[in-house]
T-cell receptor, first 114, second 114 residues
Framework: GDSVTQMEGPVTLSEEAFLTINCTYT??????LFWYVQYPGEGLQLLLK?????DKGSNKGFEATYRKETTSFHLEKGSVQVSDSAVYFC?????????????FGRGTSLIVHP | EAGVAQSPRYKIIEKRQSVAFWCNPI?????LYWYQQILGQGPKLLIQ????????DSQLPKDRFSAERLKGVDSTLKIQPAKLEDSAVYLC????????????FGPGTRLLVL
């Protein structure tokens, strides 16, 4: 079946450091790819998405590019802030019989120190 | 617009007891999802509804879990009887239309089984 693999956390960075969180996937067909973020005490919310190969999703300074050749969707940000501390989930959505079935990675915790 | 509502927010029960969770999606949202998120893991899809029909319930432990969405609006997830390993956060999410992939999540219900 479909699966999503994320790098183990926690990732600990100082403010203004560069961030990369790796995500690779296994899926049949051509899934859409997502990054969701969960801030402490809150529900998951969409951060960015890409629906086809070579698309780049971006939001709030975060970016990720859909790489079909490496089946990857790595999350990057050039300069992190303390407020970016959260858990980040990579996910895919695969078409199945007229609907879409989602699969999530296990999440990567990011801790940003001042 | 109001977000996805879930209740209760927290529940503590003893093993072999039963419990029910309620979800009210964003108004007009056709697709509704229930997930189980065990501590340190990503959300695992339990069941997906499209209006009041089941799209996917392949990972729902049907011997003890049940879910319904009778009028295609709000939904109830039940566990009977509960086991220790059911301790988790139960998330509800919805999408705006059939074929839309971006999910909107509720705050979750945290269940502890003693």
């Amino acid at each position: 079946g479909d699966s999503v693999t994320q790098m183990e956390g926690p990732v600990t960075l100082s403010e203004e450091a560069f961030l990369t969180i790796n995500c690779t996937y296994t899926a049949t067909g051509y899934p859409s790819l997502f990054w969701y973020v969960q801030y402490p005490g809150e529900g998951l919310q969409l951060l960015l998405k890409a629906t086809k190969a070579d698309d780049k999703g971006s939001n709030k300074g975060f970016e990720a590019t859909y790489r079909k050749e490496t089946t990857s969707f790595h999350l990057e940000k050039g300069s992190v802030q303390v407020s970016d501390s959260a858990v980040y989930f990579c996910a895919l959505s695969a078409a199945s019989g007229g609907s879409y079935i989602p699969t999530f990675g296990r999440g990567t915790s990011l801790i940003v120190h001042p | 617009e109001a977000g996805v509502a879930q209740s209760p927010r927290y529940k503590i029960i003893e093993k072999r007891q039963s419990v029910a969770f309620w979800c009210n999606p964003i108004s007009g949202h056709a697709t509704l999802y229930w997930y189980q998120q065990i501590l340190g893991q990503g959300p695992k899809l339990l069941i997906q509804f499209q209006n009041n029909g089941v799209v996917d319930d392949s990972q729902l432990p049907k011997d003890r879990f049940s879910a319904e969405r009778l009028k295609g609006v709000d939904s109830t997830l039940k566990i009977q009887p509960a086991k220790l390993e059911d301790s988790a956060v139960y998330l509800c999410a919805s999408t705006s239309a059939v074929g839309q992939e971006t999910q909107y999540f509720g705050p979750g219900t945290r269940l502890l089984v003693l």
